[in-house]
T-cell receptor, first 115, second 112 residues
Framework: DAGITQSPRHKVTETGTPVTLRCHQTENHRYMYWYRQDPGHGLRLIHYSYGVKDTDKGEVSDGYSVSRSKTEDFLLTLESATSSQTSVYFC??????????????FGQGTRLTVV | LAKTTQPISMDSYEGQEVNITCSHNNIATNDYITWYQQFPSQGPRFIIQGYKTKVTNEVASLFIPADRKSSTLSLPRVSLSDTAVYYCLVGDMDQAGTALIFGKGTTLSVSS
């Protein structure tokens, strides 16, 4: 399995509190992604990164921010958590474009509950 | 990125061949077609990728017609363990900054 770790795996937080989820990789891959998954909505892209300090918005970025200060870590922050952000969050990594293996590898997911 | 359309759900029985078709009418010249599989409580995992004609690996086959406006993922002799959600993605995997958009996928249910 690709070296990708999400933390925490489970978290319960209160509405209005800030929350940070961490994605850590040991593959030195350039691309990192954050998704959320909810019943009936499939997998939706929140933000992604194509290098250190290079990030871009995805399909559902409102209420989320990200940071990537080093290759191995991609942080997702909910500045003020709301109940609508209760979800399962997945991180993914992908190798540089032009390499043979352009498939994405996913972490185990973080189940976040906002009460 | 090219928009994709695939059935929301499919049912099958063990031992049957399952074909899941994905439509991507506005696929671009440099776009590849990639399929992922997701089991409950797990992240998606790569199954197969192709550009044209047919690609086969130990898990599945991918058929792409000449106009590339659709593609079909074929799973031979499915088992209960093939019950999962299958996603079709279309995009230029060599382009810097490519976002991976998954959509809702096709939920395959295999029964005995």
């Amino acid at each position: 399995d690709a070296g990708i770790t999400q933390s925490p795996r489970h978290k319960v937080t209160e509405t209005g509190t800030p929350v940070t989820l961490r994605c850590h990789q040991t593959e030195n891959h350039r691309y990192m992604y954050w998704y959320r998954q909810d019943p009936g909505h499939g997998l939706r892209l929140i933000h992604y990164s194509y290098g250190v300090k290079d990030t871009d918005k995805g399909e559902v970025s409102d209420g989320y921010s990200v940071s990537r200060s080093k290759t191995e870590d991609f942080l997702l922050t909910l500045e003020s958590a709301t109940s609508s952000q209760t979800s399962v969050y997945f991180c993914a990594i992908r190798a540089d474009p032009g390499t043979v293996n352009t498939e994405a590898f996913f972490g185990q997911g973080t189940r976040l509950t906002v009460v | 990125l090219a928009k994709t359309t695939q059935p929301i759900s499919m049912d099958s029985y063990e031992g049957q061949e399952v074909n899941i078709t994905c439509s991507h009418n506005n696929i671009a010249t440099n776009d590849y077609i990639t399929w992922y599989q997701q089991f409950p409580s797990q992240g998606p995992r790569f199954i197969i990728q192709g550009y044209k004609t047919k690609v086969t690996n130990e898990v599945a086959s991918l058929f792409i017609p000449a106009d590339r406006k659709s593609s079909t993922l074929s799973l031979p002799r499915v088992s209960l363990s093939d019950t999962a959600v299958y996603y079709c993605l279309v995009g230029d995997m060599d382009q810097a900054g490519t976002a991976l958009i998954f959509g809702k996928g096709t939920t395959l249910s295999v029964s005995s």
